[in-house]
């Protein structure tokens, strides 16, 4: 603890200028609230600048617009008995700041000269230090005592101790251990403010100005306040003296103080997300149409409580035209762009089409040169968002590409190509902070040959490049699913024909020793893709059988798909259900509420293109069920995605230039 006795002692010498020449302090030696000092008074109307606004469960004051006069005091407020600011003293200030820029710095409160404008002190903060600025009479110069390597910007709560006495300075953030400075000089015991203001929030201009909460803002003259203060029960909220409105609910009928405007936590829309992000960090967010209650985690708003939907039926939502046919769709989001579809087009010229979702609806955002394209996927390694295409066109050599978003230009350029041998399938994963993609190769132009190899490989972080790390051997390779059980991860493909017949085996790999390691062969025919999920903690595969083709016999294309789950006591995946679908070539899982669906892409049935693709849904026991049958022409591929619009399934058509989008009606 500080002694008073020096500080009164120099007071004696001052008070002698007092008329009635009794000594008397500066001050009162009791905790001043500037804060409070600074607000209007009861009945006053608050000055538009403030906003009052409860974060993390605490209230604080956030400046804004042209706060640079909007709260001030003269210092003659406080300093009635004579003009010197104590020798020494605690500043107590509580608050909360979001990141700040690299260079910025912002001021929590300053006193200033009115009528020369110069700074006689000020308590400044930046990206990781604290400054006390001072002016020492005859000195002609600015001085600064900085404290290093704190971070106060990092949108939480804190309470920070400045205690002054002599040439020692000490900073106690939070109750946490002392930080001690001595200084060359004493802070000076005649530090007059005649003819000056405090100004809370700035240093008397928008320059500078503090963006962040402030909840306390205290001065005690003559001791240091941190025995006052510590310990607490919550030392980032340590509360020496808070304004009473900011203690209590603005909402109270007794409350007869200034009104604020008030921004708590909670948001309410009509269904457009508010931001979310660092700022917005554990803001909570009520959306009335959804009847939901969610919270940001910086990236994203995370459901807490919402009002579960059903599917009620599908309606038709957009005719989707595109420059050919389409074999398949991927629907991802880039962070602040929006919502993105790629479409895997078959002609070479134009390419094929990224779109955005604009005013409701896809519209073509930019062309990709591609060949003969059969899947994309989208991908992030770290901050960085790739696109992949399988290109199909059986050319030497044949080439593959993977592009990368480009911030400045917000378009995909090219970043690697790739050589593949009718690449149908690309899928991306990640195992123990390392990045894979892996492709499927369906058959070698220049023989023919389905039993050839598919090729995974791995992200350097030197060259920024893919490079081979595994060959696996593949039979007409159509499809890869990656998923992980637990701790295990695993690589499933879809074989569809070996050169003779569909009737073959695909394989399930298990990540072992550093490698992919055979787990399971699952008899499939003619399997085009693999859909992985879990419902209520089990673990299912579902394959898409396309047709049986052999050397004897004709073509069926109505044949069983099955969906397969995995068995904990014989760890390998049993037969779960059998479904007829009709020259499937997808299945899309997806939920709307607590409900489970799958959706399949029928595409042919041995004469005709025109089918119904069939929506199943999950009913325990019966397994899935059909509940809706959608019309579609030569259907490929099924993507799920929700907007602020609603729910909605898009497929894509491989036999003509229109793709449909359908909404998904919920009660």
């Not at 917005?280 to 940001?296: D, I, S, T, Y």
């Not at 046919?325 to 134009?350: C, K, Q, Y």
């Not at 008899?523 to 693999?530: E, H, L, R, S």
Request: net charge neutral; glycine share 6%; proline share 5%.
């Amino acid at each position: 603890m500080l002694a008073c006795r020096s500080l009164l002692l120099t007071w004696v010498m001052l008070a002698t200028r007092v008329q009635s020449h009794s000594w008397r302090p500066c001050t009162d030696l009791l905790p001043l609230d500037l804060l409070a000092r600074a607000l209007p008074h009861q009945g006053q109307a608050p000055p538009p600048q403030l906003q009052m606004v409860q974060s993390k469960g605490s209230r604080g004051l956030r400046f804004v617009g042209a706060v640079a006069t909007a709260l001030s005091f003269p210092a003659s407020q406080i300093f009635s008995n004579c003009d010197y600011f104590p020798a020494e003293f605690s500043l107590v200030a509580t608050i909360k700041i979001p990141r700040l820029r690299q260079k910025r710095n912002e001021y929590i409160f300053s006193v200033v000269d009115e009528e020369s404008d110069s700074l006689l002190l000020g308590l400044r903060v930046s990206e990781t230090r604290l400054h006390f600025l001072t002016t020492p009479p005859g000195v002609g110069g600015l001085s600064r005592l900085t404290f290093k390597d704190i971070r106060l910007d990092d949108n939480c709560w804190h309470t920070v101790v400045l205690a002054v006495t002599g040439p020692y300075a000490t900073l106690t953030i939070d109750c946490g251990l002392p930080l001690e400075l001595k200084q060359v000089q004493s802070f000076p015991s005649t530090l007059s403010t005649r003819g000056s203001r405090f100004f809370i929030g700035s240093r008397r201009r928008l320059r500078g100005r503090f963006t962040g909460l402030l909840r306390q803002l205290v001065l005690l003259p003559g001791s240091d306040v941190t025995p006052r203060l510590c310990p607490t029960s919550d030392p980032n909220l340590a509360e020496l003296s808070v304004p009473q409105f900011l203690k209590s609910s603005p909402l109270q009928a007794e409350h007869r103080g200034p009104v604020y405007p008030y921004e708590a936590e909670a948001r309410v829309t009509l269904g457009n997300p508010p931001p979310c992000s660092g700022p917005e960090q554990g803001q909570l967010w009520f959306n009335a149409p959804r009847k939901g209650l969610f919270v940001c985690d910086g990236l994203t708003w995370r459901t807490l409580l919402q009002s579960q939907e059903r599917l009620d039926y599908v309606e038709d939502y957009q005719d989707l035209y595109t420059s050919s046919e389409t074999f398949d769709v991927e629907v991802f989001s880039i962070p602040s762009e929006g919502l993105f579809m790629a479409a895997a087009n078959r002609d070479s010229r134009p390419g094929s089409g990224i779109y955005k979702w604009r005013n409701g609806s896809f519209q073509l955002y930019q062309n990709v040169s591609t060949q003969e394209a059969r899947a994309w996927k989208h991908f992030t390694i770290g901050d960085q968002i790739f696109l992949v295409v399988a290109n199909s066109r059986e050319a030497e050599p044949e080439l593959s590409v993977i592009y990368r978003w480009n911030r400045r230009r917000r378009r995909f350029l090219r970043h690697q190509t790739l050589e593949t041998h009718s690449a149908l399938d690309w899928e991306a994963f990640h195992i123990h902070n390392h990045s894979f993609l892996v492709v499927a190769n369906h058959r070698r132009a220049r023989d023919s040959n389905h039993n050839i190899h598919s090729v995974i490989y791995r992200w350097n972080t030197d060259t920024k490049l893919f490079e081979v790390n595994q060959t696996l051997s593949t039979s007409g390779a159509y499809d890869w699913e990656f998923f992980s059980v637990g701790p295990y991860h695993f690589l499933v493909v879809a074989n569809t024909f070996d050169g003779q017949t569909t009737t073959i085996s695909s394989t399930v790999y298990v990540w072992l020793d550093g490698c992919f390691q055979t787990f399971q062969s699952i008899p499939t025919v003619g399997a085009t893709d693999w859909e992985t999920f879990q419902i209520d903690g089990r673990f299912f595969l579902a394959v898409a059988n396309s047709q049986k083709v052999s050397n004897h016999g004709p073509d069926l294309y109505s044949i069983n798909s099955t969906v397969y789950e995995l068995n904990r006591l014989t760890q390998t995946f049993i037969r779960f259900q059998d479904i007829l679908t009709h020259s499937a070539v997808d299945w899309e899982f997806f939920t709307i509420g607590e409900e489970k669906f799958l959706v399949v892409a029928n595409s042919h049935d041995g004469s005709s293109y025109t089918l119904n693709s069939v929506v199943y849904r999950w009913q325990g026991y019966e397994g899935f069920v059909p509940v809706h049958s959608l019309p579609t022409f030569g259907c490929r591929d099924w993507e799920y995605f929700s907007t602020d619009e609603g729910s909605f399934l898009v497929y894509s058509s491989a036999t003509s230039r229109l793709s449909k989008v359908f909404k998904l009606r919920t009660y």
